[in-house]
């Protein structure tokens, strides 16, 4: 169903304080109503596809709701701690080892989580490693992903506002288990802001495409 959307309906959003109009292919703005949505700064933000809601992109107010976990034996005690904390605030997860913390390869994890992203089984992941390096430089080899090593809460926050990072990466041997659940709200918190930063990433997508010819 066509659902259309004219100027005194983005006047009523603003005044209930909506930041954020959600559309869709069904969805029509007059011209006026687009002016005032330019006018007041709102921000026109894509339904997710019904793709994407399988993958977990989105949903129940959280900009993910499925998220990928894992990562080597350096960090398994911390991945513990990190899938408690999505789970406690209500975020599905998938838990893709390791199960110990007897020796095993951080690639072998950075591989998977970028595998399940690229075939939608979801739309974000949480590697832990020693430093928070490694398994971010095997995860980027992956066309589409975009994995940041977060040291702190400013470079987790300019990751997904900036980069639209959909791999956040940790140290647990950098950083204290404190630090890495404060990185890791503030990642799970922080939005993709579009606009000029977009035109970047596009940038990094040619690249991309051009290397796979």
Same mark, same amino acid.
Request: net charge positive.
């Given at each position: 169903?066509?659902? =259309?959307?004219? &100027?005194?309906?983005?006047?009523?959003?603003?005044?209930?304080?909506? #930041?954020?109009l959600v559309?869709?292919?069904?969805?029509?703005?007059?011209?006026?109503?687009?002016?005032?949505?330019n006018s007041?700064?709102?921000?026109?933000?894509?339904?997710?596809?019904?793709?994407?809601?399988?993958?977990?992109?989105?949903?129940?107010?959280?900009?993910?709701?499925?998220?990928?976990?894992?990562?080597?034996?350096?960090?398994?005690?911390?991945?513990?701690?990190?899938?408690?904390?999505?789970?406690?605030?209500?975020?599905?997860? =998938?838990?893709?080892? #390791?199960?110990? &913390?007897?020796?095993?390869?951080?690639?072998?994890?950075?591989?998977?989580?970028?595998?399940?992203?690229?075939?939608?089984?979801?739309?974000?992941?949480?590697?832990?490693?020693?430093?928070?390096?490694?398994?971010?430089?095997?995860?980027n080899k992956?066309?589409?992903?975009?994995?940041? #090593?977060?040291?702190?809460?400013?470079?987790?926050?300019?990751?997904?506002?900036?980069?639209?990072?959909?791999?956040?990466?940790?140290?647990?041997?950098?950083?204290?288990?404190?630090?890495?659940?404060?990185? #890791?709200?503030?990642? =799970?918190?922080?939005?993709?802001?579009?606009?000029?930063?977009?035109?970047? =990433?596009?940038?990094?997508?040619?690249?991309?495409?051009?290397?796979?010819?």
């Open positions: 169903m066509k659902k =259309l959307y004219r &100027e005194a309906d983005i006047i009523r959003f603003i005044k209930e304080g909506k #930041t954020e559309v869709d292919k069904d969805t029509i703005l007059t011209p006026s109503a687009i002016d005032m949505i007041a700064k709102m921000k026109i933000v894509p339904a997710p596809t019904a793709a994407a809601e399988a993958a977990g992109c989105g949903g129940n107010g959280k900009e993910f709701s499925k998220i990928v976990v894992g990562g080597d034996h350096t960090g398994y005690n911390a991945k513990k701690v990190i899938i408690k904390l999505l789970k406690e605030k209500g975020y599905e997860v =998938l838990d893709i080892g #390791t199960n110990s &913390e007897d020796s095993c390869d951080y690639p072998d994890f950075a591989f998977i989580a970028a595998a399940k992203i690229i075939n939608k089984e979801a739309c974000a992941a949480i590697l832990i490693d020693a430093t928070g390096i490694p398994s971010a430089i095997a995860a992956f066309p589409g992903i975009r994995a940041a #090593t977060c040291y702190n809460e400013f470079s987790a926050k300019s990751s997904r506002e900036h980069n639209n990072a959909n791999i956040m990466v940790v140290g647990a041997m950098a950083l204290g288990i404190e630090t890495i659940k404060s990185i #890791t709200n503030t990642w =799970l918190n922080s939005k993709f802001l579009g606009e000029r930063h977009q035109r970047r =990433l596009d940038k990094i997508t040619e690249v991309e495409k051009k290397l796979l010819k």
